[in-house]
């Protein structure tokens, strides 16, 4: 089944032209608009096809397409775990394994979350693309949202950034942070001659960590974390900089596979408004057990 949005024409909004209507009044950007109205059924009235130059009289249902008939991101479906949080028509949000890389690239071909969630979708026999919002590193954990089609995308990422759109960690970190809470406000770039690492550096970008410290234990503490920016490793490098870098961090702090495999960092809260809908939704996930481990 296609996904579909629709609009009914009032007296109001009779004779105004379909390219209006798509972008003011359903909220459709240029760039879908110009894939959806090549398509047979992307643009109707009343069930018929109808051009972006049309005006809709009184009374009729302008529909349009939000799903593409055809996947267009490239990525290979191969079937892996899903852990899947929550699901609808325009959107899916997992709780991400540690170890699983978000997107496809040099040497994870075929064994990301983008690979597991295409496969799914045409298994299942769903109309739905991997149309990434936002991305967790390899080895962090937890919770994760993907739109199912450019519609649902936009509008998601119109909201990263804002008080619509929020996020909140839990790390164990090395040491016990003093103060117990505040912000760490260090502008971060990218080390020169590393491909990976970042740093702070005073002519990088801005950059927000809020943190709290709930437990502390055995030189250690459990901390929750949320960011006013989205940097690159943003939470790895601001904890490393303040002296108290995550447990089992391999970058930033001090490897060691047998107390936990990845840096100790989990997404546990995520909220925003539904992209075609506008309910607000919440989630929390509870602290893996490698992590909880570490502060017993």
């Known amino acids: 089944m296609s996904?579909?949005?629709?609009?009914?024409?009032?007296?109001?909004?009779a004779g105004v032209k379909v390219d209006t209507l798509l972008k003011r009044h359903m909220g459709l950007s240029g760039t879908v608009v110009r894939r959806i109205k090549w398509l047979e059924d992307g643009i109707l009235a009343d069930g018929v096809r109808v051009n972006t130059r049309f005006c809709p009289a009184a009374g009729q249902v302008l529909s349009?397409?939000?799903?593409?008939?055809?996947?267009?991101?490239?990525?290979?479906?191969?079937?892996?775990?899903?852990?899947?949080?929550?699901?609808?028509?325009?959107?899916?949000?997992?709780?991400?394994?540690?170890?699983?890389?978000?997107?496809?690239?040099?040497?994870?071909?075929?064994?990301?979350?983008?690979?597991?969630?295409?496969?799914?979708?045409e298994t299942s026999g769903q109309e739905a693309d991997f149309h990434p919002v936002h991305r967790l590193d390899r080895g962090t954990s937890g919770l994760l949202v993907s739109a199912k089609h450019p519609y649902a995308q936009e509008g998601l990422k119109r909201q990263l950034h804002t008080r619509s759109f929020r996020r909140a960690y839990l790390a164990v970190c090395e040491g016990v942070p003093e103060p117990s809470a505040g912000v760490i406000d260090a502008p971060l770039g990218p080390?020169?001659?590393?491909?990976?690492?970042?740093?702070?550096?005073?002519?990088?970008?801005?950059?927000?960590?809020?943190y709290e410290t709930l437990e502390a234990r055995d030189g250690r503490a459990l901390l929750r974390?949320?960011?006013?920016?989205?940097?690159?490793?943003?939470?790895?490098?601001?904890?490393?900089?303040?002296?108290?870098?995550?447990?089992?961090?391999?970058?930033?702090?001090?490897?060691?596979?047998?107390?936990?495999?990845?840096?100790?960092?989990h997404s546990a809260e995520l909220s925003?408004?539904?992209p075609v809908t506008e309910k607000p939704l919440e989630f929390r996930l509870s602290l893996p057990e490698d992590m909880a481990r570490l502060i017993l």
């Open 64 to 121: 349009v397409r939000l799903s593409d008939p055809q996947r267009n991101s490239g990525i290979v479906p191969a079937p892996g775990p899903l852990d899947i949080v929550y699901e609808d028509e325009d959107v899916i949000v997992l709780n991400k394994a540690p170890g699983v890389s978000v997107h496809p690239g040099p040497g994870h071909f075929d064994d990301t979350l983008g690979n597991f969630l295409v496969h799914y979708y």
């Open 225 to 265: 974390l949320e960011l006013d920016t989205g940097r690159t490793h943003q939470i790895r490098v601001h904890m490393a900089h303040a002296g108290h870098p995550l447990t089992g961090d391999f970058l930033y702090g001090t490897e060691d596979r047998a107390v936990i495999p990845r840096p100790a960092l």
């Open 3 to 13: 996904r579909r949005l629709e609009l009914a024409i009032t007296p109001e909004l």
């Open 191 to 210: 080390k020169p001659g590393s491909l990976m690492e970042q740093v702070v550096r005073p002519d990088g970008k801005s950059a927000r960590t809020r």
């Open 272 to 274: 925003f408004r539904h």
